[in-house]
């Protein structure tokens, strides 16, 4: 072959990197790595964690502390670099603290909609035949409601005590009208998984319904359910927004985005700001859920697995043989 | 395909039925009704309150409350009274009443002139009349005015512009007409051009298209288009076409930007398919290649979105109806709720969920004609 030792020993230790076989989990973050508006929107994520973790006492001023010497001026450095709303508190702040707000809608609602949807949806692509006709035509019935007038009527008959009681109603409210989607999905996943063979071996060697479940198909859904998830919740955050933007949402003295726009917009002529930067908050969270989203989604799909790292190996292969060329050459 | 279309409709009825069953159930389930607390916000004493309870028959037990809803509005096409807006019918809320009453008001005026106050009609005209008796308000009847063509025809010219479910349709349809001339379009160009730099652009463009919230949209057009540069106006509906432009993006660029992305994907499976290289190979030109064999397959999933899409759309976005101070039926989608306006809340979710019955009926039918593959058993 022509081939140095250490260049066998290399060409060795590639293939069996590619035959010792990486984890579904592995590849698709090494496929995540690769796709760069992913990986932006999941540093974007990142930062919004951090802030949300940070928001009581990183930000300049608390986001309920005014000051009546300068209300409603335009953006400013250094002291309030977004401007002041209408009591002089620093919208910087209250664009801060409302990334908790957003965060909080988005893993309330998911996990809302995750419980409800799994469960549904397990029971009703596991069972089959007349039962899961009947519970899939609950969803469709499910669907002919406006969206909005449903998570309002919820939001309504669910009990709260206090604000903050009262804003993990709202984000409940979103959440429960978003599991059919997933139950729709787990439930399609099921049909096609219980039919294959992995789980009649399952089966004859008595594993109970609850096992297969739990063991075979639950995780065999995994991964579309948490592309499917990721992708959910712009929408969520987005629902929240809108709630809070015509009044039904987050309580005031708590800053929501959406709340903070509303509440700018009346006097846009004079005050833009008060908009301009919560809204940009809203649509730059979006935007990064959707890139991570549509990254997860390309670095989940099966039909691709493998296909990065494979790629990764030929290309240094590749590399490596064009380096032995040049060198021959000189 | 007659029988698939008849059974679809049949199949359609339970739905509704069940999704009204449903709202009369919420609503009982809902704490505080509409007469809780009057217009200034303070509570009604019971005693009142038992009596506009019984006036608008909520005294009565559930199911025989729910009969004789459902009774009305399918023989008399009658949503009932506003329960929140004193003296107004659901109806014309949301349809704007009856528009023939107000063109034979017009030629009662011309005819009797200030008397015509004090008259009306007998009972409610309709467009298949061909006369309408005219009454005093004591009963005492004055004449027969005759229906001609031109008031019928000017009616349903009002209802067409003037009715609240009308302007909301208005506004959705521009926007989805919108949504598709850019959407599919932009969706065949990206993938035709995959991974260069039209692609790329496109997709950030319609990735943010998708992101944007309207209202936020909505606010920024305003800002740009009416505050600083003074080209559009800030609202408003029906008088002039530079209103129509603003409230059309906003509700659009959603839409727009999920269609191009669909369109995109679903292009590039399609574009791979053996009969895609057969049509290449038989030397066809690329435009006919690409619009007529390979669109045509690749609509189909912008096809299914469409349905619930339009149905959306077309029975009022209340955001963008608010932002742009357009009188649609969005805005009851959340007042009804929050003012427990009943029948109002009934009126709204029945408008939608018809819409959404009709609109994925029409998506089911319309794959027949692009695909003939796709069967109805």
């Known amino acids: 072959m022509g081939l140095s030792a250490s260049e066998r020993a290399k060409r060795h ?22 796709n760069r508006m992913a990986v932006a929107g999941l540093i974007f994520v990142g930062i919004l964690v951090f802030c949300a973790l ?50 909080t809608v988005a893993i309330v609602g998911s996990l809302t909609s995750l419980i409800i949807g799994v469960t549904y949806g397990s029971i009703s692509g596991y069972i089959g035949g007349r039962v899961d006709n009947l519970m899939m035509r609950f969803v469709d019935v499910m669907y002919g409601f406006p969206t909005l007038l449903f998570i309002i009527l919820i939001m309504v008959v669910l009990p709260s005590e206090n604000a903050i009681q009262g804003m993990i109603n709202i984000f409940i409210a979103i959440g429960v009208v978003g599991w059919m989607g997933m139950a729709r999905l787990i439930r399609g996943q099921f049909l096609s998984l219980r039919e294959k063979e992995f789980v009649l071996a399952a089966k004859m060697v008595g594993a109970s ?49 959406g709340q903070m726009v509303s509440e700018g917009w009346r006097g846009l002529r004079a005050t833009p700001h008060l908009t301009i930067f919560p809204g ?22 099966p039909t691709m697995r493998g296909t990065a790292l494979v790629r990764a190996a030929r290309r240094k292969r590749r590399k490596a043989r064009r380096a032995a060329a040049r060198a021959a050459k000189a | ?105 017009e030629h009662l005026r011309d005819e009797f002139g200030t008397a015509a106050s004090s008259m009306t009609f007998a009972e409610p005209p309709s467009i298949f009349d061909s006369k309408a008796l005219v009454v005093k308000t004591n009963g005492e009847p004055v004449a027969y005015i005759y229906i001609t063509w031109r008031d019928r025809f000017e009616a349903v010219k009002r209802f067409l512009t003037l009715a609240p479910v009308m302007v909301s349709a208005q506004v959705g349809l521009v926007s989805v007409t919108l949504a598709l001339l850019i959407g599919i379009p932009l969706g065949i160009i990206s993938a035709l051009k995959q991974n260069t730099w039209i692609d790329y652009v496109a997709m950030f463009i319609s990735m943010l298209g998708v992101s944007i919230p309207n209202f936020i949209l909505g606010i920024v057009l305003i800002l740009v288009f009416a505050l600083w540069l003074g080209w559009l106006p800030t609202y408003g509906w029906g008088e002039s076409w530079k209103q129509v432009i603003m409230p059309a993006i906003t509700l659009g660029t959603g839409g727009m930007a999920f269609i191009a992305r669909l369109t995109r994907a679903s292009m590039l499976e399609v574009i791979r398919a053996d009969y895609i290289r057969t049509a290449r190979a038989k030397g066809l030109a690329e435009r006919v290649v690409v619009l007529r064999h390979a669109l045509k397959n690749s609509l189909i999933p912008v096809t299914t979105v469409l349905g619930p899409m339009m149905a959306a759309w077309l029975t009022g976005s209340f955001l963008v ?5 357009i009188g649609g039926i969005g805005k009851f989608f959340v007042s009804a709720v929050t003012d427990r306006d009943y029948t109002l809340i009934m009126g709204t979710i029945l408008i939608y969920s018809v819409a959404l019955v009709l609109f994925n009926l029409a998506v089911d039918i319309a794959y027949g004609f692009i695909d003939p593959r796709i069967r109805f058993d």
């Not at chain 2, 399918?74 to 528009?99: A, C, E, K, W």
């Open chain 1, 209 to 257: 319904h609850a096992r297969i479940i739990a063991r075979h198909l639950l995780p065999n859904s995994l991964g579309p359910a948490i592309v499917s998830l990721t992708l959910g919740i712009p929408g969520l955050i987005l629902t929240e927004a809108t709630l809070s933007f015509i009044g039904l949402g987050v309580p005031p003295p708590i800053p929501s985005w």
């Open chain 2, 1 to 105: 395909m007659q029988r698939f279309i008849l059974r679809r409709i049949l199949w359609n009825i339970p739905v509704l039925i069940l999704i009204t069953v449903v709202t009369f159930g919420m609503m009982q389930i809902v704490p505080g009704g509409p007469f809780t607390a009057g217009s200034s916000g303070r509570p009604i004493p019971p005693e009142i309150r038992a009596n506009m309870m019984a006036k608008y028959g909520l005294d009565k037990p559930v199911w025989q409350q729910y009969l004789n809803y459902m009774g009305r509005l399918i023989l008399h096409f009658d949503f009932g009274p506003s329960l929140r807006r004193p003296g107004r019918t659901v109806n014309q809320m949301l349809f704007g009443g009856n528009f023939l009453v107000d063109v034979l008001r």
């Open chain 1, 54 to 103: 940070t928001a009581d006492f990183l930000p300049p001023y608390s986001y309920r502390e005014a000051d009546y010497e300068n209300t409603r001026i335009g953006p400013r450095w250094p002291d309030h670099i977004f401007g002041t709303d209408k009591l002089g508190r620093d919208v910087f702040s209250r664009v801060w603290w409302g990334t908790r707000v957003s965060l």
């Open chain 1, 280 to 301: 940009l908050a809203i649509t730059l969270t979006m935007l990064a859920f959707n890139f991570l989203g549509d990254g997860l989604r390309d670095a989940l799909d």
């Open chain 2, 321 to 325: 109806e608010w932002v742009f101070s």
């Open chain 1, 13 to 34: 230790e590639e293939e069996q990197f590619l035959e010792r076989g990486v984890s579904l989990w592995q590849d698709a973050w090494h496929r995540l790595l690769r």
